[in-house]
C-alpha cells in the first residue's frame, strides 16, 4: 500500500537560515511521481515540485532544493535563506504513473514558521 | 484560464440538511479530483473523475456522499443528512496528464470549509 509519512509536525526557523522538510514513502510501484505542495494561510494547495522514480538526480530551483534517494524512499525538501513568506504548511505526497493510477497519496504536513 | 474554481467558499449547516458543492476544473483538464482535509491533516481522496466517467471512489465516501460530472466539465460534490463529522475542507483538483509538461500535477481550488452544526 502506498503510505506518505512526515515526522515533522512544526519546525520554526529563523529568517534566513535553512531548513529541510523530510518525507520518506512507501510504495510497491516501480513507476511513481513524488511531489511536494505548500498550503499557506489563505489554505490554497500549491504546486512546488515533482519528481518521478526514474530521475533521482537532484536538482535546485532558485531557493528550492531537493534530495530523492531511493535507497531510503525518502524525498526531503529544503529551502535556503527561508523568508517570512514561506510560512506555511509544506505537503509531501506520492502519486501512481498517470496511465495506470490516479489516487494521489498526501503526507500529514509540515507546519514552517520562519520567524522575522 | 483563472484556475480551479470552488463555491461556495464556506459553508455553515445544521446536522441532517443537504449540501452541495461545485467545482470548475482548468478547462483543458479532463481529470477532476476530490478530496477532504480536515484540520491538521493532509487531503485525503474521495473520488476522481476522467471526462465524465467517475472511475474511483474512496470507502471515505459514504452512501451520503455523492458526485457528478455530467458534461466532463464542472463537477458538483452533495453531501446528503450531514453529520458533524463531515465538517471539513473539500477541495477540488485537476489534472491533464496527457499533458507534456505538468503532466499528473494536480491543480486544487482554494477549497470549500464546511461546517456542520
Known amino acids: 500500500a502506498q503510505k506518505v509519512t512526515q515526522a515533522q509536525t512544526e519546525i520554526s526557523v529563523v529568517e534566513k537560515e535553512d531548513v529541510t522538510l523530510d518525507c520518506v514513502y512507501e510504495?510497491?510501484?516501480?513507476?511513481?511521481?513524488l511531489f511536494w505542495y505548500k498550503q499557506p494561510p489563505s489554505g490554497e494547495l500549491v504546486f512546488l515540485i515533482r519528481r518521478n522514480s526514474f530521475d533521482e538526480q537532484n536538482e535546485i530551483s532558485g531557493r528550492y532544493s531537493w534530495n530523492f534517494q531511493k535507497s531510503t524512499s525518502s524525498f526531503n525538501f529544503t529551502i535556503t535563506a527561508s523568508q517570512v513568506v514561506d510560512s506555511a504548511v509544506y505537503f509531501c505526497a506520492l502519486s501512481e504513473a498517470p496511465y495506470t493510477g490516479n489516487q494521489f497519496y498526501f503526507g500529514t504536513g509540515t507546519s514552517l514558521t520562519v520567524i522575522p | 484560464d483563472t484556475g480551479v474554481s470552488q463555491n461556495p467558499r464556506h459553508k455553515i449547516t445544521k446536522r441532517g440538511q443537504n449540501v452541495t458543492f461545485r467545482c470548475d476544473p482548468i478547462?483543458?483538464?479532463?481529470?477532476l479530483y476530490w478530496y477532504r482535509q480536515t484540520l491538521g491533516q493532509g487531503p485525503e481522496f474521495l473520488t476522481y473523475?476522467?471526462?465524465?466517467?467517475?472511475?474511483?471512489k474512496s470507502r471515505l465516501l459514504s452512501d451520503r456522499f455523492s458526485a457528478e460530472r455530467p458534461k466532463g466539465s464542472f463537477s458538483t460534490l452533495e453531501i446528503q443528512r450531514t453529520e458533524q463529522g463531515d465538517s471539513a475542507m473539500y477541495l477540488c483538483?485537476?489534472?491533464?496528464?496527457?499533458?507534456?509538461?505538468?503532466?499528473?500535477?494536480?491543480?486544487f481550488g482554494a477549497g470549500s470549509r464546511l461546517t456542520v452544526l
Open positions: 478547462s483543458e483538464h479532463n481529470r
Open positions: 483538483a485537476s489534472s491533464n496528464p496527457g499533458a507534456r509538461s505538468g503532466a499528473n500535477v494536480l491543480t
Open positions: 473523475f476522467q471526462n465524465e466517467a467517475q472511475l474511483e
Open positions: 510504495t510497491r510501484d516501480t513507476t511513481y511521481y
